[in-house]
C-alpha cells in the first residue's frame, strides 16, 4: 500500500531534520573550510525544505479538523 501525502511528508521531516544535524555535526569536524562551508550551506538549505515541509504538514492537519 501506498503512504499517505501526509505519511510520506511526515518521513520527509524526519530525514531532513537528520541532515542538518548531521551536516552541522561533520562542518565542525571537518578540517577542510571549503567543505565546512558547504555543510553549513546544505544544513541551511534542508533547514528552510524541513520548515516548508513542517508548513505542509499543518496545512494537511487543518483541513482534515
Not at 44 to 57: M, P, S, V
Amino acid at each position: 500500500m501506498e503512504p499517505s501525502v501526509y505519511d510520506f511528508l511526515a518521513k520527509s521531516l524526519l530525514n531532513e531534520q537528520e541532515l542538518v544535524r548531521d551536516y552541522q555535526r561533520f562542518s565542525m569536524k571537518v578540517d577542510d573550510p571549503e567543505i565546512a562551508k558547504n555543510f553549513r550551506h546544505w544544513a541551511e538549505e534542508d533547514g528552510l525544505r524541513a520548515n516548508k515541509i513542517e508548513e505542509f504538514i499543518h496545512k494537511i492537519q487543518s483541513h482534515k479538523s
